[in-house]
């Protein structure tokens, strides 16, 4: 007998520009354009100041580390992380003050963590310029890794991905950015120019249209994702609107609201037995050895499996794996750790109705 229970995975920002880069087999140009620090490989020895000897040239699956024993015990149906990097050799960068790429050289590294989907509707994709967004769609679509929220025109990058399932189900998954992620009005995608798939705003409409595309196409034993980046960089606070917003789409048939942006999770919600994840934090980034914000324990990493049920859409349960970045690399958090995480996500979600439990594994549960 088919089970109707789902496991995904989901990852918040997948940063591998600048020193995650610069450690791969192919570093772009070192080269950057920001106030304070013009090589990316300063941010490597940042690193290494704290953590040790990092490696250069480093195998593909280097950077996730324990993530992948992870993986293969979960065994997920499918992987989607929102890829917040350019993937290019383009040269024409946006003068926004940081910038990300990976050289396409490196994309080797998303296809050893097997994501099925990168969502692409953020502040970084457009780093390089339109050209760079072009380039990484097609380095993507070379790697067999399905893009989503960004694209050529502005049909293709509101368009939703559509994975087969077991049982002849499907995972259909949309992705969208707001401005308040930092991402520039003139990013948005036109019907004949690449670019983003920007909200206009967070009203009712919006929120509707949105979910529409998504949802719209789900049959009997779907389920769909919808993956949100929006908010500012850090604090655990859910503005009233991203609440009102992200309730409306499940209204709207959509199964798990996939949010991203903060550097640090932020509040989950469960409602109306639909997964609401206001921030997933970062999975992996270079800024190991940066000061600032340390209340907020930027280097804790959380991996989410939500498991679903496909008959009913419903959340069964959320499985979490605490992980901490060192030497650029994901690490198993340690039970210390992964205790501050439980009790963190506890108190941020209290408003919320939701509490985290702790296993004896230091995986970290909830319940719908």
Not at 189 to 208: F, H, K, T
Not at 213 to 239: C, E, F, M, T
Not at 337 to 349: E, N
Request: proline share 5%; aromatic share 6%; net charge neutral.
């Amino acid at each position: 007998m088919q089970t109707s229970l789902v496991t995904l995975f989901l990852a918040g920002d997948v940063m591998t520009g600048r020193a995650v880069d610069q450690i791969l087999a192919h570093p772009s140009v070192p080269e950057l354009h920001e106030p304070f620090v013009t090589d990316a490989r300063e941010y490597v020895r940042l690193a290494e100041r704290v953590s040790g000897p990092v490696p250069r040239r480093a195998a593909p699956e280097y950077i996730w580390g324990d993530a992948l024993a992870e993986w293969q015990r979960m065994a997920p149906a499918a992987r989607i992380g929102n890829l917040e990097t350019s993937i290019t050799r383009s040269e024409q960068y946006e003068a926004k003050g940081i910038n990300y790429r990976m050289h396409p050289g490196n994309v080797r590294c998303l296809v050893e963590a097997r994501f099925d989907v990168c969502a692409l509707a953020n502040n970084h994709v457009l780093d390089y310029g339109r050209t760079g967004l072009t380039e990484t769609l097609r380095t993507l679509e070379h790697a067999c890794i399905r893009g989503v929220g960004a694209g050529r025109n502005r049909d293709e990058a509101m368009r939703p991905v559509v994975l087969g399932l077991p049982g002849g189900r499907h995972l259909i998954v949309g992705a969208c950015a707001h401005a308040s992620s930092g991402v520039p009005d003139h990013w948005a995608a036109l019907p004949a120019e690449p670019g983003v798939n920007l909200l206009p705003d967070l009203s009712d409409n919006s929120a509707a249209a949105v979910a529409a595309r998504v949802a719209g196409q789900k049959l009997a034993g779907d389920i769909a994702v919808l993956s949100i980046h929006w908010g500012d960089n850090w604090g655990y606070g859910v503005p009233r609107q991203h609440v009102s917003f992200a309730h409306r789409l499940v209204d709207a048939g959509i199964d798990v609201v996939f949010g991203h942006s903060s550097h640090h999770v932020r509040p989950i919600e469960i409602y109306r037995e639909r997964l609401i994840l206001y921030g997933c934090g970062d999975f992996i980034n270079d800024y190991e050895g940066i000061s600032g914000h340390e209340q907020y324990r930027g280097d804790l990493i959380l991996m989410f499996f939500p498991v679903c049920n496909s008959a009913t859409g419903g959340l069964v349960a959320l499985q979490m794996t605490p992980m901490q970045i060192r030497k650029i690399r994901l690490n198993r958090a340690s039970p210390a750790d992964a205790r501050w995480l439980s009790d963190t996500i506890s108190r941020i979600s209290r408003s919320f109705g939701v509490h985290v439990e702790l296993q004896s594994d230091a995986t970290l549960r909830i319940a719908a």
